[in-house]
Structure formats: structure tokens, C-alpha cells
């Protein structure tokens, strides 16, 4: 195998495809050591180790012509990799795991970014709700896509769902700084510092806390690509590892380097990054570094989709890329 | 003449400098929602500090809505030539006319997005969102020929090709940029909705998504105002090109419509059935071949049987129609009355403009903001003033329905000529006889053309509304499902809110037959004379599918 000659190739191929838009064109014809990641959001400090690992250039020192996708509302992670729009992509477990169960999709879940689910209930510090049973009888603004999570933690903490008002939260603040709504479910890693920046004080607590233990952006490929291209997964994992543990070093050194790159014009502050990558970090952070799932973790996991009626099994979850880094 | 004309003017200005004032004031001392409404200078002041954003975001956005408005035309004249020259063709695409016309962009943004790749969802959406006005605009120009003009290339010989050559084509141009001067802001509107949910890394609706999380309206306007003034240039620039290549009074003019559009339709009951059969059967079976074609599996995108077994045979089933039916129940009534509400609307504002002018020019670049102004921006203000009731879901269905149904009707109402309000006047009627017995009942005809464009914007605006203020109802559920990884679902909303539209809008060509606004045309032809019943027939076939 002429090894040198083809990663030299491939590297001139990432050149080319930074270079220009990544079209599909571009993507059929990269050679087989690329890959190409499904994010689950747009551009924020979610997704700053992968940038990191990018402009630190550790997938290019893997050999690995790496194209990153943008996500958003209508983007459903899942979506990109059984239509072959990407290789890898980051999930929430529980839609992961329902559609192994329930529609048979052939989904390995094979490491995870969150150890601890970020997504929690934000409120004012003047009206706090600092556990599910502060909830009842309150307004709460859940993104549709997230209302599953909430009634979970009801379920868990034997809440009677009707004992509290569930209403669409629209991505903005205002109507909870307002006191419109007395609560709001979202990543407590980054809506605590636009509360803050509006002159209140936010408090909040993480369903992960009160029972529904699961991972969040889960690292998920299709069984087709496992086996097809196990070896870039790998490097894959091994130079995001890196990346991660390269941002979280410092949570306050990464961000502003991304400020005429990947976070120009996105609408953010770098200041807002920076609080999110720090308060992210004790989310990520694993003993045998990020990405890692251990038994305990995943039979948590399996114990909290349980109680939603989700029946996940230990094989959903494969270690063993993780294994091989 | 000038006189009035020119103080007219002037207490429009003033009208809307009063309005800005206030609005200055209000914002300046959060008088409103609680400051949820940011001052004007507000706005223009984080529109400057912000400047250095704007220009990548401004050029994809343009980008996406150019390749779209280009490929959605193309698809469009291309339409309407084959529909003239092969009438059968029109009649069996029907259904796929009106589907393009109903679809409701929230519902189908998620299917594109899963079937297309790269820039194609935004180009995709731009795209649909011009095909149905060009399309009916180029038809209606490509018929409304001078008979006399025909007859003489019949004279010399030619056929119908030289007829469409040389006579259709060059007198259809007038038409066709009133069509594209519709066409062009749904354009970049249809292109910004792609980029808010698309994951696009640059566009003003990826700069919305990212704002959204600021809390901070003045941000939001901005960018609202941002698209309000290309979507209005977008407008401008095929009226300025109508004004050049084919002079002031054609470009808004529609010359008489020769055929009615019913003639055209086969005489015999079996024939007829049999084309409507075969009309709703195209949109499923193009459907069927796009799906087949992408290669896509079947687990994500769902072909009409996909879509059937989903509903009806899977051991799911059920529970899939259960909560369809949930939905359902709440979004229906909503958005008959949305339809209702929309067109009240509508006509109020069109006979203020009879009656008070003055007002209601000042009250326009409200209007047109109104339409360009993500509604996703506004959701903040609107919960705090109005809660999270069927009163938010009215005002969101109102402001999408309102504005093309009161074009429609403000139309309709000009076309009344002076001699008749002139006759009412001279008997001593006052404003309100005018209206009751000249502009409504000669307005009719365009009422249910207003209706017809309000049926899919009112189930937009529902759908909306459900989506950003109040959950349940079809909007909801459509979000949910995405939530759960419920592709049936997805696709099932998607299908059954373009069904539900489309049985509303047939619904009300029902009752516009059943009524006989047919016969009142008649009347209408006897009394106020021939051309402006034509140009009342050309001006509906433009707005709506015949």
C-alpha cells in the first residue's frame, strides 16, 4: 500500500476542500480516509474541541481529511448519517436508542462528548426553582424536541405532569427575563450568561441530577460505516480526544481564536463562549479522558431510558474504538 | 388636483412621523411588554455597531435566493409555455400547481432538509416559494393576447408556434415581472427560513439563530429590517425593469383575458373525472419517483406508500392517527377562523383605504415590514402582550394572512369605476353606501380570491403560532416528532397539512360556485362594462389557481 503517497494526497484534498464549499462533489470523490461529522447545532462552544483538533491540525497528523457540517432547528443528527451526508454525528441518546428499538435502525453508539447531559431548567434567582418539584404549579418553556426529557424527570420525581404548564421555548431568553414564564429547559452551560448580561442572576439545576441520567452528544455512526471505515473512526476519536483536552486545558485560551474563524459572525459573544467552555468542562471531563463510557455511565443510561419506556441494551454501546485509541 | 394631492402626501408623512415618534417613545421608556419592544434608534444604532456582521450573512442569503428565484423561474416559464400549448397537460398538473401553492413552508423545511444535501435545502425552498406566482402570472400573460394581433399571423399563415412566438411571448413580459416582482422577496424569504433550520454557516436566518439566544430585540430588528429592505428591493428591481423595457402603463396593467379559464376545461362528465383523477395522481406519483430517485433509505425518507403504511396498515398505526387526529382537532378550527380573521382583516384595511387613504398609506411600511419580519423575532414581544392563547395564535395568523388578501381586495376595489361610486355620490349616498352598494358586491369575485391565497397562510400562521407561543395543534406535533426521530410522522404532517390546505381552498371554489360569481360577473359586465369584468377574471386566474 503506497501509504505515504496517498496521505500526501490527502492532505492536498483537505487543502482543496477547505478551500472551496464542501459540496457533495468534492466529498465522493476525497479518498477513503476522509470523514465528515453531522454537528448537532450551529457554531458554538459546544463544538470548540472539534475546532481545536482542526485549527491544532491533529486530524490532518491522523491522516485524516476531516469536513465539518453546521447543524441546526431542522437538522436531525441521525438524518445525515443514514442518508450518507456524513460519517459521524453528534445525538441525544434517548432519540438515538428509540430508533434502534423502535424503527430498527442499524445506529452504534461508540463514545460520548457529555458525560453528564447538559440540558437543565433554567430560572431567575428571585423566583429559583432549584429542583423538579419547585416546578409545579410554574410556566415552564421546553423546546418541543426536548419535552421528552422533562416528562421523564417528572416521571422519575412522581410529578404529576398536568401540575405544571409546558409551553414551546422559541430560543430567546427574554420572555423568562421578563417573568412571562418562570422557567426555561435549556443547556445551563450557556442561557445563564445572557440572563446574566441582561442584569439577572440565573439559577438552574441539571435533569441529570434528579434521575435522568444519560449522556448528551453522544458520538453515533451507522454499523455500515463501523465496519467500512473503523480506522478513521479511530483517528477520528483519538485527534477529537486530543482537541477537547487541548480546549478544556484553559476553558478561556481557544475561544477568542475562534473569533475571525469559527465563531465570526454567528451572532455570539466570545465572552458568552468562554463561560459556556467553562462551564461545560466538569460535564466532559472523564478520568480516562473525553469520549469515555463506562459501565457505570452506560448502566445509568440504560436505567434512566428505562424508566421512559426506552429499552436500551449494553451492545448499543461500543467501547471498543475507544479502546483502540 | 394637485393641491390635495400633494397635502395628501403630507399628512401621510406626518401620520407615519407620528407613528415613528410614538414608537420612539414607547420603546425608549418600555412602555410595551415590559421594554420587549426596542426604540428605533434602538435598532438603527446596533444595526451600525453591528455592520461588520452583516456582509458575508447578507451575500449567502442573496446567493440562496438568487440560484432559487433563477431555478424556480426557469421551472416556472417553462410551465406556463408547455400549459399554453398543451392544455391537457395543465389540467392534469393541477394538482401539482396547487400543491406547490399550499405547501406551508414550516412543514416541508424539514423534509427538504433531509433529502438534499449542502446548499440545495435553502435553494430549494427559494425555489418553491417563486414557482406558483411566476407560473400564474406568465399564463395569464401568455393568454391575454390581442385577438386582433392573432388573427393577423393566422392571416400570414402561422400556426400556433408562430402565434406564441411572436405574439404570446413579447405580450406576456408585463405580466411575467408583475409575477417575478412576487416572486422575488418570497425568494429571500424562503431562502432565510432554509438557513435558520438548515444548519447553514452563513445567511441572515443562520445570524437570527444565533442571535435568538441574546435576549436582545434591538439585535433582532435588525436583522429583520436587514431583510425587509432586500426583500423590498428584490421587489423593486423587476418593477424598475418593467418600467424600462416595457413602459409605466403596461407594467401594471393586465391586457383582457380572451378565454375563460373554465372553457378550456373537457366538456364531457367522464373525461372530466377522469382528468381530476389523474391531476391528483401526478403530485403522488412525482412525489414516488423523487423519493425513488435520491436513493435515500426508506426509514428517513417516506414515499406516498411510506407514508400510507405509517398511517394506516403499520402495527403503529393507531397511534400514529391518534395523534394526528389530536392535532388535528386544534389546528382545523384555528385555522378556519384564522382564514376568517385574516380576511376581516383585510377587507377592514382595504375599505379604510377607501375611506381614510391618508391612513392607511401611512400605515403600508408597517404592513410591509410586517411581512419580511421573522416571526421567530417577534415571538418574545408577542407572548408578553397577548399570553400564549388563541389570541397570539389570531394575531400570528392574521399578519401572514392579511397582506396579500388586502392587496387583492384593494384591487378590487380600484377597479370599481369613478362613474359608479360618482353615481351613489350624486344621489346623495355617503361613504358608507358607497361601500355597501358599489365596492363590496363588485368586489366579490376578488374576496374569494382573497380567500383562496388565505386558506395556506392562515394554516401557516396556526402552524407557526403553535410552534413558537402556544404547542399542540399540528406545528407541535411536527416538532416533536423531530424530537423522536418519528420520520413517519415528519412526512405525515407535512402530506396532511398540504391535503388540509388544499381541501380549504377547494372548499371555498366551492362555495364561489355555489354563490354564483358567475352570474354577478354577468351583472357586472352588463353595468359597468366589459373590460373590467375581464380584467377582474385575469386578475383571480394571476392570484390563485383556477
Known amino acids: 500500500m503506497t501509504h505515504a503517497l496517498s496521505r500526501r494526497h490527502v492532505i492536498a484534498a483537505g487543502a482543496a476542500t477547505a478551500l472551496s464549499m464542501p459540496s457533495i462533489l468534492t466529498r465522493a470523490k476525497a479518498a477513503t480516509a476522509s470523514l465528515t461529522m453531522q454537528s448537532s447545532w450551529n457554531n458554538d462552544a459546544e463544538f470548540a474541541g472539534y475546532f481545536t483538533a482542526i485549527d491544532a491540525g491533529y486530524y490532518k497528523t491522523e491522516g485524516l481529511d476531516f469536513t465539518y457540517l453546521p447543524g441546526g432547528p431542522d437538522v436531525i443528527p441521525e438524518s445525515a448519517i443514514l442518508s450518507g451526508n456524513a460519517d459521524v454525528t453528534l445525538t441525544t441518546p434517548d432519540t438515538t436508542v428509540k430508533a434502534i428499538v423502535e424503527q430498527g435502525a442499524k445506529f452504534k453508539i461508540i463514545g460520548t462528548q457529555y458525560q453528564k447531559n447538559p440540558l437543565g431548567i433554567v430560572s431567575l434567582a428571585k423566583k429559583p426553582i432549584l429542583k423538579p418539584q419547585d416546578m409545579v404549579g410554574k410556566t415552564i418553556a421546553v423546546p418541543p424536541v426536548n419535552v421528552v426529557s422533562v416528562e421523564a424527570v417528572l416521571k422519575l420525581n412522581k410529578i404529576d405532569p398536568s401540575s405544571l404548564k409546558i409551553v414551546p421555548y422559541a430560543y430567546d431568553p427574554t420572555p423568562l427575563i421578563k417573568g412571562e414564564i418562570d422557567g426555561s429547559s435549556d443547556f445551563t452551560t450557556n442561557v445563564p450568561y445572557t440572563i446574566s448580561q441582561q442584569g439577572e442572576k440565573a439559577v438552574s439545576f441539571l435533569l441529570y441530577d434528579f434521575g435522568f441520567t444519560i449522556y448528551n452528544d453522544t458520538v453515533v455512526v451507522t454499523e455500515d460505516t463501523l465496519k467500512t471505515k473503523r480506522k478513521e473512526l479511530v483517528a477520528f476519536l483519538r ?20 473569533a475571525q474563524s469559527w465563531y465570526k459572525g454567528t451572532g455570539r459573544t466570545i465572552d458568552n463562549e468562554i463561560y459556556f467552555n467553562t462551564a461545560q468542562k466538569p460535564l466532559i471531563e472523564h478520568a480516562s479522558g473525553v469520549f469515555t463510557m463506562d459501565d457505570e455511565g452506560i448502566a445509568k443510561n440504560i436505567e434512566a431510558l428505562g424508566q421512559i419506556g426506552i429499552k436500551a441494551t449494553k451492545d448499543m454501546f461500543d467501547t471498543s474504538l475507544l479502546q483502540e485509541i | 388636483m394637485t393641491r390635495t394631492d400633494s397635502s395628501g402626501r403630507l399628512s401621510t408623512a406626518l401620520l407615519l412621523l407620528g407613528l415613528v415618534v410614538s414608537w420612539e417613545i414607547v420603546g425608549e421608556n418600555a412602555l410595551v411588554a415590559r421594554g420587549a419592544l426596542p426604540a428605533p434608534s434602538a435598532i438603527l444604532v446596533h444595526l451600525w455597531s453591528d455592520r461588520a456582521d452583516y456582509g458575508p450573512h447578507i451575500l449567502a442569503t442573496v446567493q440562496s435566493a438568487t440560484i432559487g428565484f433563477l431555478v424556480g423561474n426557469v421551472v416556472a416559464i417553462a410551465a406556463a409555455l408547455i400549459f399554453v400549448r398543451l392544455p391537457l397537460v395543465e389540467q392534469l398538473s393541477r394538482g401539482f400547481n396547487i400543491a406547490i401553492f399550499a405547501i406551508p413552508p414550516i412543514a416541508i423545511a424539514p423534509v427538504l432538509v433531509l433529502a438534499l444535501k449542502g446548499d440545495w435545502p435553502r435553494i430549494a425552498l427559494a425555489g418553491l416559494a417563486v ?214 382583516f383585510a377587507f377592514g384595511l382595504a375599505t379604510a383605504g377607501l375611506l381614510v387613504p391618508g391612513v392607511v398609506r401611512a400605515l403600508m411600511p408597517v404592513a410591509l415590514v410586517s411581512q419580511t419580519m421573522p416571526l421567530v423575532a417577534l415571538t418574545p414581544l408577542l407572548v408578553l402582550l397577548l399570553g400564549r392563547g388563541t389570541t397570539v395564535t389570531m394575531v400570528i395568523t392574521i399578519s401572514v394572512t392579511f397582506f396579500p388578501a388586502f392587496v387583492t381586495l384593494a384591487r378590487g376595489f380600484a377597479m370599481v369605476p369613478r362613474a359608479a361610486f360618482d353615481l351613489v355620490r350624486a344621489y346623495g349616498g355617503d361613504g358608507y353606501q358607497r361601500l355597501s352598494l358599489i365596492a363590496v358586491p363588485a368586489s366579490l369575485p376578488y374576496l374569494f380570491a382573497a380567500a383562496k391565497l388565505a386558506v395556506p397562510r392562515a394554516l401557516l400562521g396556526v402552524m407557526i403560532a403553535e410552534w413558537l407561543a402556544t404547542g399542540g395543534g399540528l406545528g407541535d406535533l411536527l416538532n416533536r416528532s423531530r424530537g423522536t426521530l418519528d420520520y413517519g410522522m415528519i412526512w405525515s404532517v407535512a402530506f396532511v397539512s398540504v391535503v388540509l390546505s388544499i381541501g380549504l381552498y377547494q372548499l371555498i371554489a366551492l362555495a364561489e360556485n355555489l354563490i354564483g360569481v358567475g352570474d354577478l360577473r354577468m351583472l357586472k359586465q352588463s353595468t359597468m362594462g366589459k373590460a373590467n369584468s375581464q380584467r377582474s377574471d385575469s386578475d383571480h386566474a394571476r392570484n390563485a389557481p383556477p
Open chain 1, 239 to 258: 485527534a477529537s480526544r486530543k482537541g477537547w483536552a487541548e480546549n478544556l486545558k484553559d476553558p478561556a485560551v481557544w475561544p477568542p481564536k475562534f
Open chain 2, 131 to 344: 414557482y406558483f406566482p411566476t407560473m400564474t402570472a406568465m399564463s395569464v400573460g401568455l393568454r391575454d393576447v390581442d385577438p386582433r394581433a392573432t388573427d393577423v399571423v393566422r392571416a400570414y399563415g402561422g400556426g400556433p408556434n408562430a402565434i406564441l412566438r411572436w405574439i404570446r411571448l413579447r405580450s406576456s413580459l408585463p405580466a411575467l415581472l408583475g409575477g417575478l416582482q412576487v416572486a422575488a422577496p418570497n425568494a429571500v424569504l424562503g431562502a432565510m427560513l432554509a438557513e435558520f433550520g438548515s444548519g447553514a454557516r452563513w445567511g441572515l436566518g443562520t445570524y437570527l439563530l444565533g442571535s435568538l439566544g441574546r435576549a436582545d430585540p434591538a439585535r433582532l430588528w435588525g436583522i429583520g429590517l436587514v431583510a425587509t429592505v432586500i426583500s423590498g428591493l428584490a421587489y423593486a428591481i423587476p418593477a424598475i425593469v418593467a418600467v424600462l423595457v416595457t413602459g409605466r402603463s403596461r407594467a401594471v396593467t393586465i391586457a383582457p383575458a380572451p378565454a375563460s379559464l373554465r372553457s378550456l376545461q373537457p366538456t364531457r362528465p367522464l373525461t372530466r373525472m377522469l382528468v381530476l383523477l389523474a391531476s391528483i395522481l401526478v403530485p403522488l406519483l412525482l412525489w414516488w419517483a423523487l423519493v425513488a430517485m435520491s436513493g435515500l433509505p426508506s426509514i428517513v425518507v417516506k414515499s406516498p406508500t411510506g407514508v400510507f403504511r405509517y398511517l394506516v396498515t403499520d402495527a403503529s398505526a393507531p397511534s400514529a392517527q391518534a395523534r394526528l387526529f389530536v392535532a388535528l382537532a386544534t389546528t382545523i378550527p384555528l385555522t378556519i377562523v384564522g382564514v376568517a380573521a385574516g380576511l376581516i
